[in-house]
Structure formats: C-alpha cells, structure tokens
C-alpha cells in the first residue's frame, strides 16, 4: 500500500473519531423524537448508512479501484449541501462550525490523496477493472 493510500486512511479514521468527538458540543436542537414518524425506521436507516461508508472505506482501502470511485462521487455529491449550510453552521456555534469546516477539507485531501500518482499506480495492479 502507498504512502498516499495509508495516510487517506488514517486521516479518515481522525476524522471520523474528531466529528463524533465534536457533535456533543454542537449547540444546534437535534431533532425531537416525536417529530420523527419512525424513531426505530430513523435509526436502522442510519446503521445501515453507517455500514455501507464503513463496507466501502474497507474496500478502497484494501486496493478496490471502483470503491475510491465511489467516494470521490460521494464526496462531490456532498459539496452543495455543506457549502449551502456552511454560514448557518458559523453563525449558530463558529467554534463546531469550523471544526465541520476542518473535517471536510480533511475529507477533501483524503479522498485527493486516493489519486495520487503512486495510488493510481496501485489501485490499477491491485484491481481486475
């Protein structure tokens, strides 16, 4: 695995650990449970969620080339919901507002250092595509 590969993956990793670390402290309302239809129906869909980032971080990250694909689409499909919420996010808590900021750009480098040269190079032997 190139230097690249593994540094996308343990940014990954700090960032995933920082943006739970931080969501205690963000000071915005979380939604109330009974303005929710289906407390349970939210909460297996945000398990699965969770699962199919994890299934997918597992596999780029075990040399399948179609799977850091995905993440770059995840990640450009991502872009103009958190430009569009940025300003509200300083305005409410700045402090959580530019960590968010910090951990998306974080997010951006890991995903540009999974096309780097050398992990091209890689993702294109480890992978049959």
Partial sequence: M???VRSSFWLLVAGFV????????DPRPWPKWRDIPDPMAAVVTGL???GILIFIALRTYQGRNW????QLILLLAAVPSFLRDAGARL???PVV????????????VCIGLLFTPTANRWYH???PE
């Fill in 48 to 50: 699965l969620l969770v």
């Fill in 97 to 108: 507002g530019f960590i968010d900021m910090l951990l998306f750009a974080a997010e951006v």
């Fill in 18 to 25: 920082a943006g739970v670390a931080v969501a205690p402290f």
């Fill in 91 to 93: 305005a409410v808590a």
């Fill in 125 to 127: 032997r480890r992978s």
């Fill in 67 to 70: 799977a850091r694909w995905v």
């Fill in 2 to 4: 190139p230097p690249a």
